[in-house]
């Protein structure tokens, strides 16, 4: 049974990923340390590079997070999307509200 035709409760995710929220941690733990090193030679104090570790590192996960929510899903990725949103009862976004009795009355007042 392959991916494609399997349910979603049955798929099983890829090793990439699972790893893949770990590959983006660690390269921006590896950005931060570099930052860190280079203040540590620069500067040579200790508090001077951990601050700068702990605020590139904090900089460089928000940037690779705002990148990789730009990415755009494939066909395959945006079918599995909506296999799982049919699962669970719909594609609603969750912030829209949802219809009441007011939305019934004619609107014009």
């Given at each position: 049974m392959s991916a494609r035709t399997s349910r979603p409760a049955d798929r099983q995710p890829s090793r990439r990923e699972v790893?893949?929220?770990?590959?983006?941690v660690g390269g921006s733990a590896l950005?931060?340390?570099?930052?860190?090193?280079?203040m540590l030679i620069g500067?040579?104090?200790w508090l001077v590079a951990v601050i700068g570790f702990g605020v590139v590192?904090?900089?460089?996960?928000?940037?690779?997070?705002?990148?990789v929510q730009s990415i755009k899903p494939t066909a395959d990725e945006q079918a599995d999307i909506a296999?799982?949103?049919?699962?669970?009862?719909?594609?609603?976004?969750?912030?829209?509200?949802k219809p009441g009795?007011?939305?019934?009355?004619?609107?014009?007042h």
């Open positions: 790893l893949r929220p770990a590959e983006l950005l931060a340390l570099f930052a860190g090193v280079i500067s040579r104090s590192f904090i900089v460089a996960l928000v940037v690779i997070a705002l990148f296999e799982q949103d049919a699962a669970h009862g719909g594609s609603r976004p969750m912030l829209e509200p009795p007011e939305d019934e009355r004619p609107s014009g």
